[in-house]
C-alpha cells in the first residue's frame, strides 16, 4: 500500500469520526452544545441593572449577560482581557488607556465602542449626566470616585483618568458596577433598565416573571465563543430545604447555599457533586451605633464575649464556615492577621461589662434577619444561636425578618439596631473589605459607625501601590476595628454548592459570581 493511500484512508476515518461527532453535536476540543440549567437562587434579583447593585443572587445572573473591560482568570485573581484587549497605566498612576476589543455588539444590535464605555463611567458618577436619574448607583462611588474624567480617544480606545492614584482600580473594574451596558438600551427603558437588560455576554435575556424565574439564551455571536448551553433558568427559592428538595426532584440541576444539615447528605450521593466556593466571603451583625445601648463599646464588647462563634462555625455551618476574626477573610493572604485582639467565648465577662456599662440586668433590643440573602448560610439558624447566646448574659433580643429587599430598604434608611450582614469581596482587594464600610471619617455607610484614624490608615492604603506596606495598614486597621468593636465578626463562609452529576463543566469563583460558559448538560 502505497504512502498516499495510507494518508487518504487516515482522512477518510478522520472526516468519519468527525460526522459521528457532529450527529451528536459536539466536535473535538468542545462540550456537548445545547440543553437548559436551571439553578437554585436563594432570593429574587434586586434589579438587573450591574450599576445599582448590592447583592449576591443579582451578581449570579449578570455574569452571563454583561462583560467587563478586564476579568479575572478562571478560578482566581489573575486579571486578563477582557473587552479591553490591553491596557497601560501611566507613571503617575493617573491615566489608564485602554486599547477595546473591535466588532462586538451589544445583544440589541448596536456596537460596543469607546463612546459606550464613556456613557457607562458618566452616568454613574456624573450627577448632570442625562441617565443620572436611572440610578441610584450606591457603590459607584466608592469604587470609582478617585475618576476624574472617562476620555475618548478614538472608536477603540478610551483613557480613565483619575484626580489621585487609586491602587484598586483595575481590580475594581472587574466588579459589577464595571459591567458595560447598552447606552440606547438604558436611553430606551429609562428607570426600568433593570427589567430590560442588554449587555454583550455570552447570554442574552428573554425573561424575568417576576418571583418565578429569569431566563437567559445563549448569544451565537458572542466575541469570546458561543457557551454551550441554549438556555440558563434562574429560580429565587429563599427557603433553603424548598431549594434542596428541588434539587433531589430534579426541578434544579444545580442550587447555591446548600443547607449545612444537608451537606452531609450531597457528599455521600453520587447523583450529586458537591462544591465549596472558595472565598472571600465574611458574615456578621452590624451595630446601629445611633441607637443606644450600642453605641456604649462595654455593650459592644459584652456581645463580642457572649456569643459562642466557634459552635456556629461548628454546629451550624458543619465545617463550611471558620470563625471569623476580622473583616479581612483567610483567602487574602497577603493581607490577613490573626494577631488581633480576640473575643473568645465568655458570658462571665460579658456579664461584668453590661454591669459596667449601667445594663446589670441586660436590656432588650430587635434582632433583623434576612429570610434569605447576601450569600448568608442558614441566617435565621444562626440568628437564633446568637439570640440564645445574648439571653444568657440577660441581652433579651427580638428576631425579626422580612425579605430581601425590604431588608435592604431598611438597612439603608438605618431602621434597625442589630442586624445580620454578609460580604463578598468580589474584586479580590481587602479594600473592598474595609474601606466601603469605613473609610468616611464623619458618617457611616453601616451602623452609623465613624472611626477616623481607622478611615484615615484606609484611605493611605488605597494610594499606595507596593503589596507590602499596603499589607501592613491593613493588619493596622483590623486591630483599630476590633479594639473599637466596629462590628460583630461571626464567620467566614465558604458557601456550598450542589449540583445534579449531569451538570458538566462548571468551575467556581471566589468572587461568587458564576460563569456558566463552558457548563454542558450530559
Given at each position: 500500500?502505497?504512502?498516499?493511500?495510507?494518508?487518504?484512508?487516515?482522512?477518510?476515518?478522520?472526516?468519519?469520526?468527525?460526522?459521528?461527532?457532529a450527529s451528536c453535536n459536539?466536535?473535538?476540543?468542545?462540550?456537548?452544545?445545547?440543553?437548559?440549567?436551571?439553578?437554585?437562587?436563594?432570593?429574587?434579583?434586586?434589579?438587573?441593572?450591574?450599576?445599582?447593585?448590592?447583592?449576591?443572587?443579582?451578581?449570579?445572573?449578570?455574569?452571563?449577560?454583561?462583560?467587563?473591560?478586564?476579568?479575572?482568570?478562571?478560578?482566581?485573581?489573575?486579571?486578563?482581557?477582557?473587552?479591553?484587549?490591553?491596557?497601560?497605566?501611566?507613571?503617575?498612576?493617573?491615566?489608564?488607556?485602554?486599547?477595546?476589543?473591535?466588532?462586538?455588539?451589544?445583544?440589541?444590535?448596536?456596537?460596543?465602542?469607546?463612546?459606550?464605555?464613556?456613557?457607562?463611567?458618566?452616568?454613574?458618577?456624573?450627577?448632570?449626566?442625562?441617565?443620572?436619574?436611572?440610578?441610584?448607583?450606591?457603590?459607584?462611588?466608592?469604587?470609582?470616585?478617585?475618576?476624574?474624567?472617562?476620555?475618548?480617544?478614538?472608536?477603540?480606545?478610551?483613557?480613565?483618568?483619575l484626580k489621585t492614584p487609586?491602587?484598586?482600580?483595575?481590580?475594581?473594574?472587574?466588579?459589577?458596577?464595571?459591567?458595560?451596558?447598552?447606552?440606547?438600551?438604558?436611553?430606551?427603558?429609562?428607570?426600568?433598565?433593570?427589567?430590560?437588560?442588554?449587555?454583550?455576554?455570552?447570554?442574552?435575556?428573554?425573561?424575568?416573571?417576576?418571583?418565578?424565574?429569569?431566563?437567559?439564551?445563549?448569544?451565537?455571536?458572542?466575541?469570546?465563543?458561543?457557551?454551550?448551553?441554549?438556555?440558563?433558568?434562574?429560580?429565587?427559592?429563599?427557603?433553603?430545604?424548598?431549594?434542596?428538595?428541588?434539587?433531589?426532584?430534579?426541578?434544579?440541576?444545580?442550587?447555591?447555599?446548600?443547607?449545612?444539615?444537608?451537606?452531609?447528605?450531597?457528599?455521600?450521593?453520587?447523583?450529586?457533586?458537591?462544591?465549596?466556593?472558595?472565598?472571600?466571603?465574611?458574615?456578621?451583625?452590624?451595630?446601629?451605633?445611633?441607637?443606644?445601648?450600642?453605641?456604649?463599646?462595654?455593650?459592644?464588647?459584652?456581645?463580642?464575649?457572649?456569643?459562642?462563634?466557634?459552635?456556629?462555625?461548628?454546629?451550624?455551618?458543619?465545617?463550611?464556615?471558620?470563625?471569623?476574626?476580622?473583616?479581612?477573610?483567610?483567602?487574602?493572604?497577603?493581607?490577613?492577621?490573626?494577631?488581633?485582639?480576640?473575643?473568645?467565648?465568655?458570658?462571665?465577662?460579658?456579664?461584668?461589662?453590661?454591669?459596667?456599662?449601667?445594663?446589670?440586668?441586660?436590656?432588650?433590643?430587635?434582632?433583623?434577619?434576612?429570610?434569605?440573602?447576601?450569600?448568608?448560610?442558614?441566617?435565621?439558624?444562626?440568628?437564633?444561636?446568637?439570640?440564645?447566646?445574648?439571653?444568657?448574659?440577660?441581652?433579651?433580643?427580638?428576631?425579626?425578618?422580612?425579605?430581601?429587599?425590604?431588608?435592604?430598604?431598611?438597612?439603608?434608611?438605618?431602621?434597625?439596631?442589630?442586624?445580620?450582614?454578609?460580604?463578598?469581596?468580589?474584586?479580590?482587594?481587602?479594600?473592598?473589605?474595609?474601606?466601603?464600610?469605613?473609610?468616611?471619617?464623619?458618617?457611616?455607610?453601616?451602623?452609623?459607625?465613624?472611626?477616623?484614624?481607622?478611615?484615615?490608615?484606609?484611605?493611605?492604603?488605597?494610594?499606595?501601590?507596593?503589596?507590602?506596606?499596603?499589607?501592613?495598614?491593613?493588619?493596622?486597621?483590623?486591630?483599630?476595628?476590633?479594639?473599637?468593636?466596629?462590628?460583630?465578626?461571626?464567620?467566614?463562609?465558604?458557601p456550598p454548592l450542589a449540583?445534579?452529576?449531569?451538570?458538566?463543566?462548571?468551575?467556581?469563583?471566589?468572587?461568587?459570581?458564576?460563569?456558566?460558559?463552558?457548563?454542558?448538560?450530559?
Open positions: 500500500m502505497t504512502k498516499q493511500r495510507v494518508l487518504r484512508m487516515v482522512w477518510a476515518l478522520a472526516a468519519a469520526a468527525l460526522l459521528v461527532l459536539e466536535l473535538p476540543g468542545q462540550g456537548k452544545k445545547g440543553g437548559t440549567f436551571v439553578l437554585g437562587l436563594v432570593a429574587e434579583p434586586t434589579s438587573l441593572d450591574p450599576a445599582q447593585l448590592t447583592d449576591i443572587n443579582s451578581m449570579r445572573i449578570l455574569s452571563s449577560v454583561y462583560d467587563t473591560l478586564v476579568r479575572f482568570d478562571e478560578g482566581g485573581f489573575e486579571l486578563k482581557p477582557a473587552l479591553a484587549t490591553k491596557w497601560t497605566v501611566s507613571s503617575d498612576g493617573l491615566t489608564y488607556t485602554f486599547e477595546l476589543r473591535k466588532n462586538v455588539k451589544f445583544h440589541d444590535g448596536t456596537p460596543f465602542n469607546a463612546a459606550a464605555v464613556k456613557f457607562n463611567f458618566d452616568r454613574m458618577l456624573d450627577p448632570k449626566h442625562e441617565f443620572a436619574s436611572t440610578g441610584p448607583f450606591p457603590f459607584a462611588g466608592f469604587y470609582y470616585g478617585s475618576v476624574k474624567e472617562t476620555k475618548v480617544t478614538d472608536d477603540s480606545t478610551v483613557q480613565i483618568i487609586y491602587s484598586p482600580l483595575l481590580n475594581s473594574l472587574t466588579l459589577n458596577q464595571g459591567r458595560i451596558v447598552s447606552p440606547d438600551a438604558v436611553k430606551k427603558y429609562g428607570k426600568d433598565y433593570g427589567q430590560h437588560a442588554v449587555g454583550t455576554g455570552p447570554f442574552k435575556l428573554v425573561e424575568w416573571q417576576h418571583g418565578v424565574r429569569v431566563v437567559v439564551e445563549r448569544n451565537n455571536d458572542y466575541w469570546d465563543g458561543a457557551p454551550l448551553l441554549d438556555k440558563i433558568v434562574f429560580r429565587p427559592i429563599p427557603d433553603e430545604q424548598t431549594r434542596f428538595t428541588e434539587l433531589k426532584s430534579g426541578n434544579a440541576d444545580a442550587i447555591v447555599d446548600v443547607p449545612p444539615d444537608n451537606v452531609a447528605q450531597v457528599k455521600s450521593d453520587n447523583r450529586y457533586q458537591y462544591i465549596e466556593q472558595p472565598g472571600p466571603h465574611i458574615w456578621w451583625a452590624t451595630f446601629n451605633l445611633d441607637k443606644k445601648p450600642f453605641s456604649d463599646l462595654k455593650v459592644r464588647q459584652a456581645v463580642m464575649y457572649a456569643t459562642n462563634r466557634d459552635a456556629i462555625s461548628r454546629d451550624i455551618l458543619k465545617g463550611t464556615g471558620t470563625t471569623a476574626n476580622g473583616p479581612i477573610p483567610p483567602s487574602i493572604k497577603w493581607a490577613y492577621t490573626d494577631d488581633v485582639t480576640k473575643y473568645p467565648y465568655d458570658p462571665n465577662k460579658a456579664k461584668q461589662l453590661l454591669a459596667d456599662a449601667g445594663y446589670p440586668n441586660g436590656f432588650s433590643a430587635v434582632f433583623w434577619v434576612p429570610e434569605s440573602g447576601s450569600g448568608m448560610q442558614s441566617p435565621k439558624s444562626m440568628a437564633t444561636a446568637i439570640q440564645g447566646d445574648l439571653a444568657k448574659v440577660g441581652v433579651k433580643t427580638q428576631l425579626q425578618t422580612t425579605e430581601w429587599a425590604v431588608y435592604l430598604d431598611k438597612r439603608k434608611n438605618g431602621q434597625m439596631p442589630l442586624y445580620m450582614l454578609g460580604w463578598t469581596g468580589d474584586n479580590g482587594d481587602p479594600d473592598n473589605f474595609l474601606c466601603y464600610f469605613f473609610c468616611q471619617p464623619g458618617a457611616a455607610r453601616e451602623g452609623f459607625y465613624a472611626n477616623k484614624p481607622l478611615a484615615d490608615v484606609l484611605l493611605r492604603a488605597q494610594k499606595l501601590t507596593q503589596q507590602s506596606e499596603r499589607a501592613k495598614l491593613y493588619r493596622q486597621a483590623e486591630q483599630l476595628l476590633r479594639d473599637d468593636v466596629g462590628r460583630l465578626f461571626v464567620a467566614n463562609n465558604q449540583f445534579a452529576k449531569r451538570v458538566k463543566g462548571y468551575v467556581p469563583h471566589p468572587t461568587g459570581s458564576e460563569y456558566f460558559n463552558t457548563v454542558e448538560m450530559q
